[in-house]
């Protein structure tokens, strides 16, 4: 558990986590308040990273559901294992019959097997897809609803019940309410709005760029072969590509990538020949290459 | 411990006079929201300004486009008080508490001093509810200085005689000896504190609705009377407001996304199920993204227009299967590659530095039209709709309606944007109306919203 905010920098950093104090508090709201969280920012700001390294520094297991386009309760939820329940009424055929026999009517027969059908919609033949999964684990898990804005709308509407009430109805069996309320972040990037019910049952949190200090301390943290200078010059020079109109701004991967391919060639300060030629870890567009190369001067000015 | 629950009733009322700031300005808040808000505050060391301004931000503000709005409200409420040296949580404190200490110095008992606040409050309420339109500093100004502007005149004479007329005798009670220095001394005192409190209560009650007309101002101003630091205001408002229009459009469009059966689909899925279709699978129906064409007149009586709807478009883009840009005065010429290259800010400024527009003097619809049937019809599909802006003024040229016609023929839909009043549409040499009777629609466009509006209406069958 985070006791404080403080802590809460502290113990995501140990798990190679950089936080700002906005990511910090909100994260130590949500574990207090037992709210779950919709993250939004641009891509490669570390959005997916933050649900991993805090399940890590909790201890806790992480649960990761990835939606997509299409994406429905049984893939999320539940599923009933309609093959396995076909399979054992087969093979249980011969006891079936025997429990039968005794049974005059076809009434009597029936309401026989009624009573026995709970056998067929028990745990047993329930396969539980990642959200069931979260809520039943007997350890308590951080449930990571990743792009959230892939999903149908319809979707939205399942994850209603589990966001506010921590529960899954399943009509056969009942509602099964969580042991331990997972700690749940969602990610979206923008591609649609969310519904109004999904915000109102959410923390919000929006993860920008991070600041300059910020991102040379995530480049030291994890690129340590890295030296500081290199840190500092490469780190400048990405914050100054991101205030170019870009078709797509460099992310903090990208700027990782970009320190590793410049540390393994030996740069121990940044050179412009040597960042021009490695600007396709950084840059995705060819476009974005040109634009970068044309604005060499400000970009690598000290 | 009835003196404690008032201490945090004060301060509570603080948290939700913010609340209604952020309200105004336009920010939707529940009763959940505000709620989180007060359940966050208990687990927070406030006097940390990031943690404090974070907790508050993550539990109110559920859209990002309206974190720049929430931090403007912030910034007003809580950093402006605390003077020049940014943000204090113990400031803020204070000042909520501030009715209780000065309850002590006038010698008024707590049930007096709560009078008088409600009734401070009661009267600012109802001089700004008078003057909708007047600024922060003019409703101070009725209030303190010239109140026989409004009905509650002479308010604030009553309620300092009231104060007075109450006061010295508590103070009597204790003090006997001297009285007449400090009665004067108390009278003054009351009366600054009565004045500040009335500063405030404006302040925090306008400060939410200034943000909010600003922004509805620069909506719905003629855009040709926009000066240039409004220009400047526009652009980040357009970035806000395009993308909230945005995440609009792209929810309606999902909703409506289910086609037919998907028979491959349905069969292989319910192979588990012995080749019975237990399980129905539709096809998702393809989204309809309209394909836009946008002709932009941008001579001068015009190019304001242009500007906007070129910018608008273009951070709409995602919404259209294709945009196409073309921009005119007498020679027309292709400008999308323009907005591939760079941002559309620049690849806007980029267009009206350029001269190539024109050939011959003014603006001539005629020969453009008939140029862009000439050399860009491939632009134009049955999926295709036009966007024409511009005033119709043709210098007595040409009109080359016959080519007008060969592009509405050739297209699904044409629009004409005119940002000339309705009744100017035949006058002098404008010939708007000679065009409409072949547009889909000629609408008229005086300010921001109407655009929007209408790139709205795109999107609804």
Redesign the interface.
Known sequence: MFI??ASTIESLEKEKYIC???IA??V??AM??E?PV?V??PAGVGKTELGKCVASSLGMDLIRLQCY??LDEAKALYEWE??KQLLYTQILKDKLSCIMENEKTLSDAVNRLSGEEDVFFSEKFLIPRPILQAVTSPRPTVLLIDEIDKS??EFEAFLLEVLSDFQVSIPEIGTVKAAHRPFVLLTSN????M??AL????????IDYPTRELEEKIVSLKVPECGAALVAELVRAVHRIREL?MKKDPSISETLDWAKALTLLGCEVLKEDEAIRTLNFLLKYE?DIELAKKNRKEIFAH | MPRERDEQHDIQTKFLDFTSVLKDAGV?I?T??VL?MF??MC???PC?R??FR??L???L????TD?PVFDRCFAEFFEKKSGQKGFDFNIFLQDALNAETSGKRTGMTDEEMDRLMEEIEALVDTVIGENPEKSPQEIIKILLENPQESSSSGALGQLLFNVRSRSPEASMDTDMTGRGDRADDDDDFIEGMVRERIRRRVFEKTTGRVINKRDEYLLNRYIYRLTPEEVKEMRELIKRFGQKLK??V??RK??V?RGGIDIKRTLRKNL??GGTPFRIYRR?RKIDRPQLVVLCDISSSVSQYSRFMLLLTYTLQGLFSKVRSFAFISNMVEITPLF????P??AVNSIFSDTNFTYGWGSNYGRCFTQFIREYSDSLTSKTTVLVLGDGRNNNQDPGLDSFIRITERCRNLFWLNPDRRHLWAWSDSIAELYMPYCNEMKEVRNFLDLSEFIDKLFVK
């Open positions: 404080d905010v700002s104090a906005e508090t909100t130590f709201l207090k308040m709210k919709l939004e920012g386009e299409g309609y093959a149908d709308s923008n591609a649609r709005e519904s109004d915000k109102r049952r959410c923390l919000h949190l929006y109109p476009k | 939707t529940s959940v929201e989180d359940e966050a687990h927070v060391d940390d990031d943690v974070q907790s931000a993550t539990t503000v559920k859209d990002y974190i995440n609009r792209s929810l999902k909703k996304k588990q199920y998702d591939m290259e760079m941002d800010e620049r």
